[in-house]
């Protein structure tokens, strides 16, 4: 296909920025963005030169690839009407609400053969890609994911609105399934739960301890890894990675030499390179880097999360 023709279903804070990112990419036209409110959707269809519609079927036959980006429990609907019209979808995080629809939704791309992409966003952040070859086989991981209250978002609590951002990368560099889960965690501005910790175990044996609060006066986004011989730290908001290794010889008699190196990455456009690899799979007809399976593991893990809670907080 020479053109491919988009659409975002969803324009509120986030799908704005997926309509603009579709609006500047050459070779690809931005047909419509839809929304459930009708001024939102106009107002953003007239500043980026495109059509406005209130119901996303309308654009079924009109579109190759679309961004779902409405609220979680309206995930599966959605992105099941355009995946069965062989529709590629790019589907923000989490997947869906339960792993039923999540395997409802990977069975319909894969018997359309279309690209079902799951928008884990931290995937694309530089300093994950950056890490690369240094990780080797993580023994224990420590992570912490903190931000000021926005009421946007809570309608999940914050395992499913930001721990599942770490649950995704941690569980795509471990590679092993997991074996055991304990979690704590408390509501206090919502229903649901704002602040939450839980331990994973793998079958591997590494351990993960992961951090997540909305009720925070300050944001970070830090994991750190701890690997034979090295120690990592990742701060996915400031772009910084650093690597603690073991060196040759001793500092002191006993001591090993550290060596420590640490990069600052720069400034990128993590949603724009999410967007464009997408695009990328579909013309050239291969797997997204986060797959509608690797959406599904996170959701399954972030849902036992969620029961460890209940047992503590019934």
Request: net charge negative; with cysteine.
């Amino acid at each position: 296909m020479s053109v491919l023709r988009t659409a975002v279903i969803g324009v509120g804070y986030l799908g704005n920025f997926h309509a603009q990112k579709y609006a500047a990419i050459p070779d690809v036209e931005l047909v419509g963005v839809v929304d459930s409110d009708p001024k939102r959707a106009a107002e953003i269809a007239a500043a980026l030169g495109t059509t406005a519609y209130s119901d996303h079927r309308d654009l079924i036959g009109k579109v190759d690839a679309v961004s779902v980006v409405v609220p979680t429990q309206y995930h599966h609907t959605v992105a099941r009407d355009f995946l069965a019209a062989g529709v590629h979808v790019l589907i923000e995080k989490p997947i869906t609400v339960t792993t039923a629809e999540a395997d409802e939704l990977i069975a319909l791309a894969e018997m359309h053969k279309v690209v079902f992409q799951v928008g884990h966003l931290e995937r694309f952040n530089p300093v994950l890609v950056a890490l690369g070859d240094i990780l080797h086989e993580p023994l224990f991981i420590e992570s912490v994911r903190i931000a000021p209250f926005k009421p946007r978002g809570t309608d999940v609590n914050v395992v499913l609105d930001l721990m599942i951002h770490d649950i995704d990368i941690i569980q795509h560099i471990v590679g092993s399934p997991v074996e055991h889960i304990d979690a704590v965690g408390a509501p206090v501005f919502t229903g649901e739960e704002d602040i939450a910790n839980a331990r994973i175990v793998f079958k591997n044996g590494c351990v993960a301890n992961v951090t997540a609060s909305r009720i925070s006066l300050k944001s970070e986004r830090k994991m750190r890894i701890f690997q034979r011989d090295a120690y990592i730290t990742l701060d996915f908001q400031n772009r910084k990675l650093l690597v603690a290794q073991k060196g040759n010889g001793e500092l002191f008699p006993g001591i090993p030499n550290v060596k420590v190196v640490e990069r600052e990455l720069g400034q990128a456009d993590a949603l724009k390179n999410e967007i464009e690899s997408f695009i990328e799979a579909i013309r050239e007809g291969k797997q997204p880097q986060v797959s509608g399976r690797e959406g599904k593991m996170a959701l399954e893990t972030a849902l036992k999360i969620n029961v460890s809670l209940k047992r503590t907080h019934p």
